[in-house]
């Protein structure tokens, strides 16, 4: 394969495209979307998310020490466009886009309804890198749609998220399953 190179930068993908959930001390509701965000650990179960330190989200949960993670599915790129366009300083988002807030088990920041996956976190570290902030939020529960649910796992075409491809500021579908994880690979091993 043919390589060019591009030097420094943020081109990497595809990144999961969520809404970040936080609240502010007199309850007020945030949503932010972010594509910095991946799971660091199994144990305990951690995520981190990026983000910069001027953003209001990031204020938020300075303030609250917890956060909500909700993927967003393809069908919501206009909704999720629009969150990751407007400051929550600015105008109400869950108004103008219609999500609907509802209150999660072990945090004060709600998950998204229309969300097919939330996972509720709360802050254990944040690192500096320049001007963003690298937050670990330990997982304390995870949401998930029923219908998405069945006897083997999960169905992928029912969470049906957004990815965004950073450097070229593009959403895509998560398209077909090419493979099994922990299993196709042993076509590979020896006989």
């Not at 081109?11 to 809404?19: G, N």
């Not at 972010?34 to 910069?52: D, G, N």
């Not at 909704?79 to 509802?102: E, N």
């Amino acid at each position: 394969m043919n390589k060019k190179t591009l030097g420094p930068g943020i081109t990497f993908f595809p990144q999961p495209a969520t809404w970040i959930v936080s609240v502010d001390k007199e309850g007020e509701i945030d949503v932010m979307t972010a594509s910095w965000v991946s799971m660091v650990s199994k144990t305990p179960p951690t995520i981190a998310l990026s983000l910069h330190h001027g953003r209001q989200t990031y204020a938020n949960i300075q303030q609250s020490g917890v956060f909500t993670v909700n993927i967003i599915p393809s069908t919501q790129v206009v909704a999720g466009d629009y969150c990751g366009l407007i400051s929550g300083r600015d105008v109400d988002k869950l108004a103008t886009t219609d999500l609907t807030p509802v209150a999660a088990l072990h945090v004060a920041a709600p998950i998204l309804a229309e969300s097919p996956l939330n996972l509720e976190c709360r802050v254990i570290n944040t690192v500096v890198i320049g001007e963003y902030r690298l937050i670990l939020g330990e997982v304390l529960e995870i949401h998930i749609a029923a219908a998405a649910c069945h006897d083997h796992g999960y169905d992928a075409a029912v969470i049906d998220p957004l990815v965004y491809l950073g450097g070229i500021r593009e959403y895509w579908g998560l398209g077909e399953k090419v493979g099994t994880a922990y299993s196709i690979g042993k076509e590979l091993l020896p006989k």
